[in-house]
């Protein structure tokens, strides 16, 4: 390709990224891939100097300041970016380039920092007094948003002190907010914001300041101007000093001494940033020293006495190829997105979930489409939205499908709910959902039986209903045939499917997969029915009587007991001898006895959990979550690499704490 087309065409996008993302709250693409498409146009450049043109993306620090509503100021100090790093190994060139350039041969200290996700922000105090406050803009040029800032609760409007400053910081929209004001967009029908970033900058930009205090917009700040001035020699003093104005800051920033123990903070943090009320996408280390700052230098966009370094993104771009539909055990169909192949917080992704229908539609996601997909706190990456504005005209709008995708019956819609339904009884998809439910932990706990097994053993013709599963010890021989079934996980397998007829009763319940009938709802059942036959033949209004039992857990529960299938199911499980009856002891034994009303909080990196299933699992069993260590925590749950949580409730005599495995163990005796 002709250099000089490809140098323009790449400045021509870089700077249609830019400016959509400086000034229409827009990402359309992820900074990494914005980074990589800027590494590739300064290569290009230095390789052809005649092509340099100072109005190049890579000469400039953000987007040309628009035309528009806000009023333009002028930055007395010009706001610089950051270089970017992605990896450990950056960092330690970056460290060997600052040894580089300073005369005096001494050991540095570096302040790491988190690097929040909003919108940069200057604000100048005189005389104490908050008089102006200051978006980036292009780095020389903002715009004056100082009635909106005022509407930030948390900025101080007037200091301890009456001094004249200069202060930089980011201004977020908490996560709480975020998910809050997105939820209501979507009731409205208007578009979702793609993230906190675009959410805080849409709402800054807002000439209304009035919506700035509805959505609670918040700011930290990360650094005093100049602070040389006023006798500071570290970054981290100066810090302190704000923070004894009453200004607000994260309150990490940590003096570290060389590139090992950066690295050990970045593992920390790359896990700990979750636990953190606002977004981040990476850290901020700086060189402590504000003396040596002049000597190590800058370059036209960035100094050189500091470095971000980027947490691998939650969010990316990509394109959606195809959707296809998901049968779940209760014949629910999910669409799930084919995606072309990207790297999302660090793993390959080709599938997310659209959730529904009716969320394909508010969303206007079509196929062909680019879309934003992102991992938060759920496992499985949801798409987040359709990135219109990248539309050509091809893309298709997706289909609500009429027959199942497993075993083409008609599918049922019922009148105003969201959910498509297969309702063939004998579908295959629906028959290995029930089995994997029926052998989960919570169920009867089976171990052996992954997904892949369960598949072939439907397909072998081995399993029809859950009742197969104790006959599988009459296939032993079969079973042998199986690839990778050694005769040791046999033996397991059936081990554990005869230990499982000891499993209690309300395990028992829990495991025929009533719809709304969880863990909690199978123990009230278990304790107020004693028995199976008793359960069966209760009515609609005996069930209502029960506490905790509601009028849409009492109709599922009687529509499930008449089916035919139910009541073959249940009596092939009675012959093979499961616990249809409450055991003796478990009589008055009373449910959430351990959980009920106490406090939970848990840190650090959990196995079993995402951080939403475990808040979920402390709130079924009566259980509420807490968001600090505090003296009214009663349990911290403690996952690997936990952090200043545990340690500041191990000050705390009144609190137990619980690693992982025993709670799960102590859960499970409920
Ligand atoms: S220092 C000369 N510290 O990241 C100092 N920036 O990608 C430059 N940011 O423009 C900024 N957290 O908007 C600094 N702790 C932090 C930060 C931070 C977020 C933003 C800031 C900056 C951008 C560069």
Redesign the pocket.
Known sequence: MDIKKEIRDLRELLKKYSESYYNENESLISDYEYDKLLEKLNELEKANPECMDLFSPTMSVGASVRENKFKKVEHEHP????ANSYNTGEIVDFIERIKKRISEKKELKYCL????DG??ISLTYRQGKLIKAVT?GDGFVGEDVTENIMQIESVMKILSEPIDIEI?G?VVLPLVNFEKLNKERLEKGEEVFANPRNAASGTLRQLDSNIVRERGLDAYF??LVEAEKLGLHSHSESIKYLESLGIKTTGIFEVLENSKEIENRIEYWGKERENLPYETDGL?IKVDEIDLWEEIGYTSKT?RW?I?YKFPAHQVSTLLKGVTWQVGRTGKLTPVAELQEVELSGSKVKRASLHNINEIERKDIRIGDRVFIEKAAEIIPQVVKAIKEERVGTEKIIEEPTECPVCSHKLEREEGLVDIKCVNDECPAKIQGEIEYFVSRDALNIMGLGSKIVEKFIDLGYIKTVVDIFNLKNHRDDLEQIDKMGKKSIDNLLNSIESSKAREYDKVIYSLGIPFIGKVASKILAKNSKNIDKLMSMTFEELIQIEGIGEIAAKEIIEFFLKEKSQKIISGLKEQGLKFELSESKTEESINSNFSGKTFLFTGTLKHFTRDQIKEEIEKLGGKNLSAVSKNLDYLIVGEKAGSKLKKAQEIETIKILTEDEFIDLKDKI
């Open positions: 706001m610089l970016s950051l920092e988190v690097k929040l919108l940069s980036r930089r980011e990360y650094f901020v100094p500091a971000a």
